[in-house]
């Protein structure tokens, strides 16, 4: 995912109305609400990324558990010990940070 203008504005003004075409600001619909300068539109489209890309290992993590059905499952035939064991793989594989 690449944080975009959108993501940005709806962060730093979320009252204000807006109109973006081709990731530009083409109206400005909030005359009661200054608009965002280009530098601080850059920096929060900047955090937005980092935090994105920071976050990688959960993205990781939820796409290799098991699912509910199976983690009950495993409740089920190997207690909560053996389901621990089984998310402790997947947590071994994608660490954070």
Do not use: C, F
Not at 62 to 78: C, K, R, T, V
Request: no cysteine.
């Amino acid at each position: 995912m690449s944080s975009n203008i959108s993501d940005a504005l709806n962060i730093l003004t979320p009252d204000a109305r807006w109109v973006v075409h081709n990731d530009t600001i083409v109206e400005w619909n909030s005359s009661d609400i200054t608009q965002p300068t280009e530098e601080e539109i850059n920096t929060e489209m900047a955090r937005l990324q980092a935090e994105y890309d920071a976050n990688k290992y959960q993205r990781d993590r939820a796409e290799s558990y098991p699912s509910w059905q199976e983690q009950m499952d495993l409740i089920y035939h190997s207690g909560v010990a053996g389901l621990k064991a089984e998310l402790k793989k997947t947590k071994d594989k994608y660490p954070k940070g």
